[in-house]
């Protein structure tokens, strides 16, 4: 099963990949979590793209997609995966069609999680983590028992500095001018499902799976 998700930040794709991993058993593939691991591994692609960013610049999207076709290559993607952040941009998706056509693989389907800019910048503000095991809470929505303290490993939460009302605008303004093209591209190909993000976590849990069969 080889999915993607699309979404705004805060339109939880985090949370709907974690349950299709214990489904499905495939892993979620997100550019940043692969980029750092490459890097960390010191890969031929992972150094190219340290090599960029030690200066300063962007990750040219040649060099993206070969730490994408790395990750493809590996045993655990065989029964397939979960892109989960990527592509961004209509390029993005061109380059990695031409990739997945070279590998002998396809997308099985693309699931856009749809929620209004004004509903995620409550979530994201309300947002508080865990640093030390990663577990994500909400003040409003998903409070944690004790106040300030992670329910699972008892560390304390704090708020990203990015998770401000103006950053998280920012980050939306972006998202759409850079996606908006995509769902065009995913729509012409038959591939894309788009889902209302702003109800109960199981019931958009469920609808999904009864996408995917």
Known sequence: MNIMLFGAPGAGK?????????????????????????????????????KFMDEGKLVPDSTIIGIIKDRLSQEDCKKGFILDGFPRTLAQAEALEVLMKE???????????????????????????????????????????????????????????????????????????????LFDFYQSRNLLVEIDGTREVDDITKEIFAILG
């Open 14 to 50: 985090g949370t709907q990949a974690k349950f299709l991993i214990e489904k499905y058993g495939i892993p979620q593939i997100s550019t940043g979590d692969i980029l750092r691991a490459a890097i960390k591994e010191g890969t031929a692609m992972g150094l190219e793209a340290k």
């Open 103 to 181: 590998m002998g693989i396809a997308l099985d389907k693309v699931i856009s999680l749809n929620v209004p800019d004004e509903l995620i910048v409550g979530r994201v503000t309300g947002r508080k983590v865990c640093p030390a095991c990663g577990a994500s809470f909400h003040v409003e929505f998903n409070p944690s028992k004790v106040a300030e303290k992670c329910d699972y490993c008892g560390g304390e939460l704090i708020t990203r500095k990015d998770d401000n009302a103006e950053t998280v605008i920012k980050r939306l303004g972006e998202y759409h001018s850079q996606t908006a093209p």
